[in-house]
């Protein structure tokens, strides 16, 4: 059995959660640069199978694309290419970052660390796409 990977992609940083293996649970990762990221993805699946990515799909409150699908297009283009084997999802991933914040205050994370922690919020934010991704499997598959 393989886990998921999911990214929450920035121009700035990615951050990468990872569930486990029995695809219950999502956990961050890690937080990489853009630039890092294909060799971070590279030396993990050749440490843990992964069968399956699941990019954060960002959309307005209108349901339209954002803005930042310029820059997560050809990401994801690029990840078909380098891991051809691994199947990509696009995940919904509107209100991530608030939910990030949310859920970082009642963890009891201080309002300083949130607000200089940017990495955290992206690990964070990617955590909440693959968790919401996997609820949504399991609606689809009648668990829930």
């Known amino acids: 059995m393989g886990r998921i990977l999911a990214f929450d992609y920035g121009k700035k940083r990615i951050g990468i959660a990872v569930t486990d293996p029995l ?10 640069a853009p630039n890092e990221v294909f060799k971070f993805v590279g ?50 991933e509107r209100f991530t970052s608030v939910l990030a914040h949310q859920a970082m205050i009642v963890g009891g994370v201080k309002k300083k660390e949130r607000r200089e922690n940017k990495e955290l919020v992206d690990k964070v934010s990617a955590t909440i796409i693959l968790q919401s991704f996997l609820e949504g499997l399991r609606f689809k598959n009648g668990l829930i």
Not at 23 to 32: E, S
Not at 57 to 85: C, D, G, Q, R, W
């Open 23 to 32: 695809k219950m649970i999502a956990n961050g990762l890690d937080t990489v």
């Open 43 to 92: 030396d993990y699946v050749a440490k843990e199978p992964v069968e399956l990515f699941v990019v954060g799909l960002p959309k307005t409150v209108k349901n339209e694309p954002s803005e930042s699908m310029k820059y997560i297009e050809p990401f994801v283009k690029a990840l078909k290419n380098k891991f051809p084997s691994i199947p990509v999802e696009m995940h919904d």
